[in-house]
């Protein structure tokens, strides 16, 4: 998170910060029953397949999806996709699903899928969580609460495989993407792609069919499994990409989308990532006032020099970083990754101003601690899927940028609309791993075509720091839809508190009851 360069792959952040991991396979073509909704053609015994549910303790190799698994009333199964649906007979894949089933099976409207962000967070892990933090909502009551893992994700076979756990430590602590010579950045660009191909199984074939393309057409095969004719969806993040692309590919096929937290689907990559650093600018902004009114602030009392007062404080890490607990190195794409990650949510912002003073007393403990989660490390120096997923998943949803020229202005553009995370180095014009990835995007922006999908519920916070507010505004343009306009500092906000949103995000989930034009939660 240390350079721009990194962004360029195209960062979009998570919902929540843990995912699921492998488990075997069950038998999903047994049993076959009858397909709920339209079926393509050649799809026939995908669609048609019944989901053998079961215990959700087989699915879980992460210390946070042992514990999430092991809630009250969750089951699990695994679907069955083809790898490449231009070949539906050849390779197949499965993904991972869970199931927190409706409570009132009289008054049951079906399936509520939902997917978190990232890309590469785990689906159901997040329904894991939901469905024990608010077990008796209406939601809950009215739909089965359904995640699942996409296609090269947590509990999904086979998972991405790039780094190994000793490899991503060494890149977290190596500032080469931030010091390194043109030369220098490229080969580590070019072997984490190499490796991306060469250790995740099927090689190029399932690194060209990771893309959001294929994701929606595997959510179509969940949603006929579930027995749903129309898909009721919840999409957060990254999530809501699949949300409209889904819209696009199958529109006969929408109930309700719920997606908060948008992307714009018009905008390409560059100004995605320019956008995105300012919404981040803005965060820091805000922590920066807040921090100049606590009695202990790291940057000092006045912030109109917050930026200065952070490169003060992380910028020698490049040279020389400081230990932290454990005898690990807090380098300086660690610090500000921590930086980031405090920066989704009000509640961090205590533990930023701690982990930047430690800094300043020559230790990283917080910070580090704050980029583990962000990264997904557990304890035992294990990490999940996330990260390498999230790079290929990126790498095949949008064109890669490859222009030196342009590469140097996105830089420019970046540090000059989020100057504190400037790391006072010249830009270089180096280019990232999507540029060595050896198969071709799989998507791009545009705008979407939805004529005759219901109006989607568009919910876009004022002062998100990885989701702008104009995306949402964006978005809900595009889908046809409603706007929700929350105003607060954080990422998504749709069930984590709010009763403002809550209510009417559940209204329109179950009885498709649009908030009237222009509401605004607080």
């Not at 790898?83 to 991972?96: H, Q």
């Not at 820091?284 to 000092?300: N, S």
């Not at 984590?496 to 607080?522: H, K």
Request: charged share 25%; proline share 7%.
């Amino acid at each position: 998170m240390s350079s721009v360069k990194r962004y360029l792959s195209g960062a979009v952040c998570l919902l929540v910060l843990a995912s699921a991991a492998a488990c075997t396979a069950g038998s999903p073509t047994s049993e076959p029953t009858v397909p709920a909704g339209p079926v393509p053609t050649g799809l026939e015994r995908f669609y048609s397949q019944r989901l053998d549910w079961g215990d959700c303790a087989p699915y879980a190799t992460s210390e946070t999806s042992k514990f999430v698994f092991a809630g009250e009333g969750l089951e699990c199964a695994r679907l069955t996709v083809p790898l490449d649906y231009s070949k539906p007979g050849d390779t197949t894949i499965t993904l991972g699903v869970l199931r927190h089933k409706a409570t009132d099976a009289d008054e049951r409207i079906g399936s509520l899928v939902l997917n978190p962000g990232g890309p590469g967070a785990s689906g159901m892990t997040a329904a894991g969580n939901f469905s024990a933090t608010m077990p008796e909502s209406r939601l809950t009551e009215r739909f089965d609460l359904v995640g699942f893992d996409p296609r090269g994700i947590g509990a999904s076979e086979p998972t991405v495989e790039c780094l190994t756990a000793p490899e991503r430590d060494a890149d977290r602590a190596d500032d080469t993407e931030v010091v390194g010579s043109v030369a220098e950045q490229e080969s580590e660009e070019r072997a984490f792609a190499d490796k991306c191909a060469d250790r995740t199984e099927y090689g190029e074939r399932m690194l060209a069919n990771l893309g959001t393309r294929d994701v929606v057409r595997d959510l179509d095969v969940l949603r006929s499994t579930l027995g749903d004719e129309k898909l009721t969806y919840l999409g957060y993040s990254y999530g809501t990409r699949i949300g409209y692309t889904y819209a696009e590919r199958f529109p006969g096929n929408v109930r309700a989308l719920l997606l908060d937290g948008a992307l714009d689907p018009e905008q390409d990559l560059v100004d995605s990532l320019v956008a995105q650093g300012k919404g981040f600018a803005t965060a820091f902004d805000e922590f920066a006032a807040w921090c100049a009114g606590q009695q202990d602030c790291a940057l000092g009392s006045d912030p109109a020099s917050a930026d200065s007062a952070y490169q003060d404080i992380v910028r020698p890490l490049i040279d020389n970083p400081v230990r932290s607990a454990g005898g690990r190195a807090l380098s300086y794409e660690d610090a500000t990754t921590g930086t980031i990650a405090a920066l989704y949510s009000q509640q961090q912002w205590p533990s930023l101003n701690t982990g930047l003073t430690e800094v300043k007393q020559g230790r990283g403990t917080t910070l580090l601690s704050l980029a583990d989660m962000y990264n997904e490390r557990e304890a035992n120096g294990e990490y999940t899927t996330t990260q390498d997923a999230f790079v290929a998943i990126r790498c095949v949803d949008d064109p890669r940028v490859t222009d030196e020229a342009e590469i140097l202005r996105a830089q420019r553009r970046y540090v000059e609309v989020a100057p504190f995370l400037d790391p006072g180095v010249s830009p270089s014009p180096a280019r990232d791993a999507c540029a060595f990835w050896p198969v071709p995007n799989s998507s791009e922006p545009h705008l979407p075509d939805v004529e005759g999908v219901p109006p989607a519920l568009v919910i876009s916070t004022t002062n998100d720091p990885a989701t702008p507010y104009e995306a949402g505004v964006s978005l809900a343009k595009a889908m046809n839809g409603r706007l929700l306009t929350f105003e607060g500092t954080q990422h998504t906000v749709f069930l984590q508190g709010n009763a403002c949103v809550d209510q009417a995000g559940t209204d329109y989930l179950v009885d498709g009851t649009l908030p009237p034009e222009g509401t605004r939660c607080g």
